[in-house]
């Protein structure tokens, strides 16, 4: 399997039946709430996510492409230039489950998005649950800063949330080592 033929595409309003169908996904539900997901939902937070040129952008949005097929999302929202800081998200097909591709996927958006100067730091958040979460986290040197118990609620069941960090050092060290 060759990892460099998996490459980000910008979202774009025609990506939302295939996120709509991802988020459906039984692998997606087990840690996501996508109760409320519609067409209209979905396509706004497309339209919200900006470029990386735009200044005003507070999120950013692609889908993996790999072998003609879309595998995933990934996402950077809550983007703040005064604080130099952006959350990241990520969601896979479990059709391409433990093949490497959303370590992939989410390493190429930490290359983009570590092009913004103001960018210093990237967090993500898993359930304490999601073992395969927490593994593409440690894998791309993200350090497990804690965990909130009972922080998160879903589908009606009080959830402990652990917080993951990674700097910009972090990450170019890595890319240079």
Do not use: C
């Not at 230039?81 to 998200?89: H, I, N, P, T, Y």
Request: overall charge positive.
């Amino acid at each position: 399997m060759n990892l460099s033929d998996l490459h980000l595409v910008p979202a774009r309003p025609e990506h939302v039946d295939y996120w709509r169908t991802l988020r459906a996904q039984v692998s997606a539900r087990r840690y996501v709430d996508t109760d409320d997901d519609t067409p209209d939902t979905l396509l706004k937070r497309i339209l919200e996510a900006g470029s990386l040129e735009d200044p005003r952008a507070k999120g950013f949005r692609w889908f993996a492409r790999y072998e003609g097929q879309w595998v995933g999302t990934v996402s950077a929202r809550d983007v703040s230039r005064e604080q130099g800081r952006a959350q990241l998200g990520y969601m896979m097909d479990e059709a391409h489950h433990g093949r490497g591709l959303g370590s992939r996927a989410v390493g190429l958006m930490l290359d983009q998005l570590f092009t913004l100067p103001f960018l210093q730091r990237l967090w993500l958040t898993t359930l304490s649950e999601n073992q395969a979460s927490q593994g593409l986290a440690r894998k791309l040197g993200f350090t497990l800063e804690g965990t909130m118990r009972a922080h998160g609620v879903l589908r009606g069941e009080r959830k402990d949330q652990q917080f993951w960090g990674l700097l910009r050092s972090e990450w170019t060290g890595r890319q240079r080592g």
